[in-house]
């Protein structure tokens, strides 16, 4: 689990005046606010980011061939946004509004070059292209003994942290049985409130 002060130096390390940067960053944003593993980044797809009830929605492909719908929160958006109009993905109609039009067959993450005349958008990034993004920056910040897997452990672990309700984080998560979601929970044992307080015979 990777503290705070390292997961925004870690989201602070893309240049994004660089599409490549402004790629990194959006990667970075959703592995440590929605917590995918490598496969289901990599495996995303224009048909897979919708909008549903104002919401910005992930179909994920998961392990096993399953899918999960998981909703991005507003960080996770800002940055997606900054990123799919460096690419070209919105559609700006004549009175201004602008519609995310993205191929539906088309790579989110495609395995990119600062220079355009090496750009494949129809060739997605590699399980080993995340890794080798995340330890070119791990590395210049001097963050040792990690991979993306760690900006999961995090997410997970916050998550419980702040309360949130066991099914929903292991749903976000993807998590088949609980006790795996459960064994990220790193909080002390809160005994004051446990049940054997309640009860007194004495």
Same mark, same amino acid.
């Given at each position: #689990? ?8 870690? +989201?602070?390390?893309?240049? *994004? ?6 790629? $990194?960053?959006?990667?970075? /944003? ?18 897979? %980011? ?6 910005? %929605? ?11 719908? #998981?909703?991005?929160?507003?960080? #996770? ?24 039009? %993205?191929?539906? $067959?088309?790579? %989110? ?55 949130? $309700? +066991? ?13 795996? *979601?459960? /064994?990220?929970?790193?909080?002390? *044992? ?7 307080? /309640?009860?007194?015979?004495?």
């Amino acid at each position: #689990v990777m503290n705070d002060m390292e997961v925004k130096a870690m +989201l602070d390390a893309p240049d *994004t005046s660089k599409l490549i940067g402004l790629r $990194d960053k959006a990667i970075l /944003s959703i592995v440590f606010n929605l917590g995918p593993r490598r496969g289901t980044i990599v495996r995303l797809t224009g048909k897979d %980011i919708f909008e549903e009830n104002g919401y910005m %929605i992930f179909d994920m492909h998961l392990k096993g061939d399953k899918r999960n719908r #998981v909703a991005a929160n507003s960080h #996770v958006q800002a940055n997606l946004k900054k990123y799919f109009e460096k690419v070209g993905y919105y559609k700006y109609e004549k009175d201004g509004n602008a519609s995310l039009d %993205i191929p539906k $067959d088309a790579p %989110i993450f495609p395995n990119l070059s600062n220079n355009p005349d090496l750009r494949n958008p129809s060739k997605p990034m590699t399980d080993t292209g995340i890794y080798q993004m995340w330890q070119k920056y791990a590395k210049r910040l001097g963050i040792e003994r990690t991979s993306p897997h760690c900006a999961r452990s995090t997410f997970i672990t916050k998550a419980l942290a702040a309360g949130c $309700d +066991l099914q929903h984080t292991q749903h976000t998560a993807g998590h088949s049985d609980p006790r795996t *979601t459960m /064994s990220y929970n790193l909080n002390e *044992t809160d005994y004051k409130h446990s049940a054997s307080f /309640s009860v007194s015979f004495g």
